[in-house]
C-alpha cells in the first residue's frame, strides 16, 4: 500500500523517483479500508531529510497509512524554510485534540544538555503524557528514545568520553519478539551519539525488555510494554551518506572526530559508503506497524481505552 502525504511536499519527489507508491487524497479516499494514523514529530534540524528517510519507510508496509507531520509549538526551529513548517506542520497544541495509531518522535542534536534544559522539554513531557491516552503505540528515535526513559523512569542518559560514531554490529536479544519478527540473529545499525543509556539502569523495571544490543555500541532496542513504546537509540532510517555528512559537518566545524568506524570501504573516507543495513530498517519499521495495525481499534476514539490497553498487553 502507498503513503499519503501531502503532493507538493519534498519528500514526495524523491519518494515518487525511488518507485514507491505515494497516494492522492482522491486515491486514499476511493479505497474502502481506515488508513492508519502516524504522527511523527519532528524534532531534526534538517526537516526534509528526516522527513523523506522515515516516509520511505512508512510508505514501503502494506498497509495504508496517513502520515502526519508536527513540530512543538514552545520552540520553532531556525534551520527550516519558516513556509516549509507552515505548509506542511501543524503544531502539538493544534492536535492534542486528535487521536492517532502511532506516533515516532525522533532525536534532536541536544543530547549533551540536561533534559531540563532543552527548550521544548516540558512540552515534550506533555506530549509524552498525552501520548498514553491519545496515541496507541509510540517509537522513540535516539534522544527521543532517552527522553522517553527519563521522563517516565527517571533512567538518566550519560555523556561517553567520545561520540559513538560508526556502524556497529548487533545481536537481536529476544527472538520472540513480533518486533525483531525476521530479522538475521545479527545485524548492522548506523550509530551517531555522544551518550547511552545503561543496561544497569534499566534493571529492575519490569516493564522495559531489551531487544536488541551491541558488545561494542551498547544498548540499541528496548520495548517499554508498560507504556507501549519502542525506544530505539539509533538510526536505522539514516541514507547510506548520512555518517559521511555528519562526519564532513563535523570535519569543517574543527571538531576532532574520527571517521565512522566500519563504514567507509577499508576505512577510507574518500570511498563511496554503502548501505548494508537498508533491510533492517525496513523490516522494523513494518514490523511496528504491523503491531499497530493488529491491536488498534477500529474506531479511532476508542484509542487510549482500557479495551484497547488489554489488546496491547495480549499481543
Known amino acids: 500500500m502507498p503513503i499519503k502525504i501531502p503532493d507538493d ?18 486515491d486514499a479516499i476511493r479505497q474502502d479500508i481506515r488508513p492508519l494514523r502516524i504522527a511523527l514529530l ?7 531529510k528526516t522527513e523523506t528517510q522515515l516516509a ?11 502520515l502526519t ?5 514552545s520552540y520553532t526551529p531556525t534551520t527550516v524554510p519558516k513556509q516549509h513548517l507552515l505548509d506542511f506542520y501543524r503544531p502539538w497544541d493544534e492536535v492534542r485534540g486528535e487521536k492517532f495509531d502511532g506516533l515516532i518522535i525522533t532525536g534532536a542534536p541536544i543530547e549533551k544538555l540536561p533534559f531540563e534544559d532543552v527548550l ?17 503505540g509510540t517509537y522513540n528515535l535516539c534522544w527521543g528514545a532517552q527522553a522517553a526513559l527519563y521522563h517516565f523512569y527517571g533512567i538518566p ?7 559513538l560514531f560508526g556502524v556497529f554490529r548487533h545481536r537481536v536479544v529476544a527472538p520472540n519478539s513480533s518486533i525483531m519478527r525476521g530479522f538475521n540473529d545479527e545485524f548492522f545499525v548506523p550509530v551517531s551519539r555522544h551518550t547511552e543509556t545503561r543496561r544497569a539502569d534499566i534493571a529492575g523495571h519490569s516493564g522495559l525488555r531489551v531487544l536488541a544490543d551491541s558488545d561494542e555500541a551498547g544498548l540499541c532496542l528496548i520495548e517499554d510494554v508498560t507504556h507501549n513504546q519502542l525506544l530505539m537509540f539509533n538510526h536505522l532510517e539514516y541514507d547510506a551518506g548520512t555518517l559521511r555528512d555528519e562526519y564532513n559537518r563535523d570535519l569543517s566545524a574543527g571538531l576532532d572526530i574520527q571517521p565512522p568506524k566500519y563504514y567507509f570501504p577499508n576505512n577510507d573516507p574518500e570511498r563511496e559508503p554503502r ?3 537498508r533491510s533492517h530498517a525496513h523490516l522494523i519499521m513494518g514490523n511496528w506497524i504491523n503491531d499497530l495495525y ?9 484509542i487510549g481505552q482500557p479495551s484497547a490497553v488489554r489488546q496491547i498487553a495480549e499481543k
Open 294 to 302: 493488529q491491536t488498534t481499534p477500529f474506531t479511532l476514539a476508542d
Open 56 to 66: 520511505r519507510l512508512i510508505g514501503s508496509t502494506p498497509l495504508q497509512v496517513e
Open 42 to 48: 519532528n524534532l531534526m534540524p534538517q526537516k526534509v
Open 275 to 277: 548501505n548494508f543495513w
Open 69 to 73: 507531520l508536527i513540530i512543538t509549538a
Open 157 to 163: 542518559k550519560h555523556i561517553l568520553p567520545e561520540k
Open 120 to 136: 521544548y522539554w516540558r512540552e515534550l513531557t506533555d506530549i509524552l503524557d498525552w501520548s498514553q491516552s491519545n496515541v496507541h
Open 9 to 26: 511536499l519534498p519528500a514526495r519527489q524523491h519518494l515518487e523517483s525511488e518507485g514507491l507508491l505515494v497516494m492522492g487524497e482522491t
